[in-house]
């Protein structure tokens, strides 16, 4: 396992990754503060107010949804940390979120799309691979806007194969990645794959067996998984391992993309 978890204790995993050239670009340029975008308990906009605080720039939050609960673990840390929240329709977060578009009112701020989405963040998960020390067959990586995913597979060897489990129910995940591969100009390799089944009821939700296994695995090896990304990637590794999907002698690297400060959130949902 790479513990990318372990990167920072409030700004880690991919998050880390992802930020970490869209602040050096925000320290180059001539901006008032950094604005981002994300959902009621995005890890994304806990990490950004986490690191724009210990670096003192100022941060806005874009929140998909009017009437979102404020006060959640996610949205009071980002508070905690200085960042200013500005719920939104949800028809006005789409306009803006996943695009290059200014928000109004905050034209001399370094937008961020939604996720650390972009070249940007993409070069940053491409060092990922650069810190793996082992030799390694297979590589597996959670898959959430994709940036992760691309990120590692531009930095693979030929003889080297990536998996990625996908988070997000309803969605053509293998044409959706085939898209980012042409977006960010990568050659075309069959070294890639996306399981796109068993969801666990979709974005953000879980069953029975997923929280059995999160237990089970926590309790075994004693590190802490997220419920939305790391449960499910590992919950299909064993998968595969148990259907003989790996030859023998493989040896394979799961990509631990943090999220933690999310369960917190989760588990108030869930009632656990």
């Not at 930020?19 to 901006?31: E, M, V, W």
């Not at 673990?73 to 719920?87: A, Q, V």
């Not at 937008?111 to 020390?133: A, Q, R, T, Y």
């Not at 297979?138 to 691309?150: K, R």
Request: glycine share 10%; proline share 2%.
């Amino acid at each position: 396992m790479k513990r990318d978890d372990l990167l920072h204790p409030e700004v880690s995993g991919n998050k880390w990754r992802k930020l970490k050239y869209h602040i050096q670009a925000y320290q180059k340029g001539a901006y008032q503060g950094i604005l981002s975008f994300g959902g009621a308990f995005s890890n994304h906009l806990a990490a950004t107010a986490a690191a724009c605080h210990e670096l003192g720039i100022k941060s806005v939050g874009i929140i998909r949804g009017k009437h979102v609960d404020i006060g959640n673990p996610t949205l009071s840390h980002c508070m905690e940390h200085g960042m200013e929240l500005r719920p939104v329709s949800i028809a006005e977060y789409d306009k803006y979120a996943r695009n290059a578009i200014a928000f109004p009112g905050y034209e001399s701020f370094m937008k961020i799309i939604e996720g650390g989405e972009g070249k940007l963040g993409v070069k940053g998960c491409s060092e990922i691979k650069d810190e793996i020390e082992e030799d390694f067959d297979t590589i597996m990586v959670p898959i959430g806007t994709g940036t992760s995913f691309i990120g590692v597979l531009e930095s693979l060897e030929q003889n080297q194969k990536i998996i990625g489990v996908s988070a997000v129910k309803g969605a053509d995940i293998h044409s959706y990645i085939e898209e980012k591969i042409v977006t960010y100009e990568l050659p075309k390799s069959s070294n890639w794959t996306v399981i796109e089944e068993n969801y666990f009821g979709g974005f953000a939700k879980v069953d029975k067996s997923l929280l059995d296994f999160k237990k089970d695995f926590e309790a075994k090896h004693g590190i802490v998984l997220d419920y939305i990304y790391t449960a499910k990637m590992f919950y299909h590794l064993f998968r595969l391992i148990e259907e003989a999907y790996f030859k023998e002698g493989s040896k394979i690297i799961c990509i631990h993309t943090g999220g933690i400060q999310g369960n917190k959130g989760m588990e108030m949902r869930l009632k656990l």
